[in-house]
Nanobody, 125 residues
Framework: VQLQASGGGLVQAGDSLLLSCAAS????????MGWFRQAPGKEREFVAA????????AYEEAVKGRFTISRDNARNTVYLQMNSLKPEDTAVYYC???????????????????WGQGTLVTVSS
């Protein structure tokens, strides 16, 4: 599976952005998908994840109520709708894929098999 993230940019605090991650291959619907982010000087951290059929999602506490992960299996794409952005959301955002995702591991960085190249989100105050 190859992943291509897009949609990042420079926005002001309070604005919204929609990130997309397009996947290649015919097995996208078999993979759970996650979004992670890495701010300068920090480790990559979990943001959100969604299971293969979209029935279960998980969010990092700091983004709950502001970010929404969704997927369109017909388009081989996963999305991250980010609302009410804050300066602390500034980071490179990565999408990742894991075949046969289990609930207990959705937030684990080392659990995912495939990673996209990242898209930069910068939120100014």
């Amino acid at each position: 599976v190859q992943l291509q993230a897009s949609g990042g940019g420079l926005v002001q605090a309070g604005d919204s952005l929609l990130l997309s991650c397009a996947a290649s291959g015919r097995t996208f619907s078999d993979h759970g998908m996650g979004w992670f982010r890495q701010a300068p000087g920090k480790e990559r951290e979990f943001v959100a994840a969604i299971k293969s059929r979209g029935g279960e999602t998980a969010y990092e506490e700091a983004v709950k109520g502001r970010f929404t992960i969704s997927r369109d299996n017909a388009r081989n794409t996963v999305y991250l709708q980010m609302n009410s952005l804050k300066p602390e959301d500034t980071a490179v955002y990565y999408c990742a894929a894991k075949r046969g995702m289990i609930s207990s591991a959705m937030s684990r960085r080392d659990y995912y098999d495939y990673w996209g190249q990242g898209t930069l989100v910068t939120v100014s105050s």
